[in-house]
């Protein structure tokens, strides 16, 4: 007797992992597929979720579920304490940047006042100087060695999660700076840590007697590794196991996931792969999905790095289009209709909007994702 076989999730980034994490809160048998990490590594900290109109043009009635999919995402990620509000953040380069849903660690700079104290850990002249401008700077000698300067906070952050014998050095160097700086709040780069940034934070709120919070980053992202790690965790933390692999094909009759010669079937399919970055969508030589030849919204015919339209490179075809999707994600084709019952798609490989001029980006992921579990789930029974 053969047992059903399992719904498997193609990719592992924010998309892939609420869908996996809430089809195994529905009783679902998952397996998720993913062979590096995506966007969702490389995402700043601020969250974009498009509440206010965005992710309703994006997918008409997508809006609908984005209650339910951050909360169950906010329960997941625990170790971000993810805080909802209107928030505008500053990053490393001293831009400020609007968002809708953050990890504590930055959210709480929302509610610093006037006299802020910001932690100087570039020379002048670094891009990253730039988030000198949101208060008072304070030197700070540290971290110590001769690779402090000229590495990403990224990385220091790696450092402070792997020696944690580093934090309590900077505990140190902190209090020495602050001794002549009265100050009301403390800004850091995000250097705290990947896992343990928050209870990191946490210790030195504690110990300096003052609120304390991280900016925003640019790339490479301490925020991106942390999300990364995070949801790593979430589905360890929910049963769902992940298997290191490239998927090369998708096979429609019968439905099953190819990985070289290994065919392995599945009940349905949540297409989670990303875009570009990640091969979600190929370029070469036209824009395609490239499992299972989907068909696209937005299609182009030419390279997207030379297209350009009269609306400019970024609302042009290339960085809108993505498979179609029907109300319950199911992919469908140019008739609109489904092309397949079991297969579904979630998050930057889904078509019709430019994800990083939309700002939506993490509403759509968050909300793909939860909406093609929900669909799943209904399927299956559960
Ligand atoms: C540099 C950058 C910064 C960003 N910053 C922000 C921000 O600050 N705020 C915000 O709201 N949004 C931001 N975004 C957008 C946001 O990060 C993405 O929209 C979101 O993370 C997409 O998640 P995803 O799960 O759809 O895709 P991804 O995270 O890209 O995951 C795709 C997954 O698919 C897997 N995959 C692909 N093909 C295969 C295959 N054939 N076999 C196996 N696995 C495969 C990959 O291994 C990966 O695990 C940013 C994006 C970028 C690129």
């Given amino acids: 007797m053969s047992a059903c076989p399992p719904v498997f999730v193609l990719g592992a980034g924010l998309a892939g992992t609420v869908a996996a994490c809430r089809l195994a809160a529905r009783g679902v048998p998952v397996r998720v597929i993913a062979d590096r990490p995506g966007a969702s590594a490389l995402h700043g900290g601020g969250w974009l979720l498009g509440a206010a109109g965005p992710l ?25 304490d993810l805080r909802a509000g209107t928030f505008v ?17 930055h959210a709480v700079v929302a509610t610093f006042g006037p006299r802020l104290g910001v932690i100087d850990l570039v020379p002048l ?40 014998a580093l934090l309590d050095g900077l505990l140190a160097a902190l209090r020495a700076a602050l001794a002549g700086h009265p100050v009301d709040a403390l800004l850091l780069p995000p250097v705290l840590g990947v896992l ?64 070289g010669d290994a065919l392995r079937p599945a009940s349905a399919v949540v297409l989670a792969t990303g875009r570009y970055l990640t091969g979600g969508l190929s370029m070469h030589p036209t824009v395609a999905e490239p499992l299972a030849g989907l068909p696209l919204a937005v299609p182009v015919a030419t390279n997207p790095l030379t297209e350009a339209r009269r ?15 029907d109300a319950a994600m199911r992919v469908c084709g140019a008739d609109g209709r489904p092309v397949h019952d079991g297969l579904y798609a979630a998050g930057d490989v889904v078509g019709g909007l430019d994800t990083l001029t939309s700002r939506c980006a993490s509403g759509l992921a968050l909300v793909g994702g939860y909406a093609a579990a929900e669909a799943v789930a209904a399927q299956e029974g559960r």
């Fill in 56 to 80: 309703d043009a994006a997918w008409p009635g997508a809006a609908r579920h984005l209650d339910a999919a951050t909360a169950f995402a906010r329960a997941g990620l625990e170790a971000l």
């Fill in 89 to 105: 953040l500053p990053d490393v380069e001293g831009a400020r940047r609007p968002c809708e849903l953050a990890p504590a660690s």
């Fill in 125 to 164: 002249g670094h891009p990253f100087a730039g988030m000198q401008a949101a208060g008072t700077p304070i030197a700070v000698d540290w971290p110590p060695g001769p690779d402090a300067f000229g590495r990403s906070f990224a990385y220091v952050s790696q450092r402070i999660e792997a020696e944690p």
């Fill in 196 to 259: 343990r940034a928050e209870a990191h934070r946490r210790r030195l709120v504690e110990a300096l007697g003052v609120p304390v919070g991280e900016a925003l980053d640019v790339l490479p992202s301490a925020p991106g590794l942390r999300l990364h790690a995070a949801l790593s965790a979430w589905r360890v933390a929910a049963g769902v196991e992940t298997e290191t692999a490239r998927v090369t094909a998708i096979e429609l009759s019968p439905l099953g996931v190819r990985i």
């Fill in 311 to 325: 609306e400019g490179p970024y609302d042009a075809g290339p960085f809108a289009t993505g498979v179609r999707v």
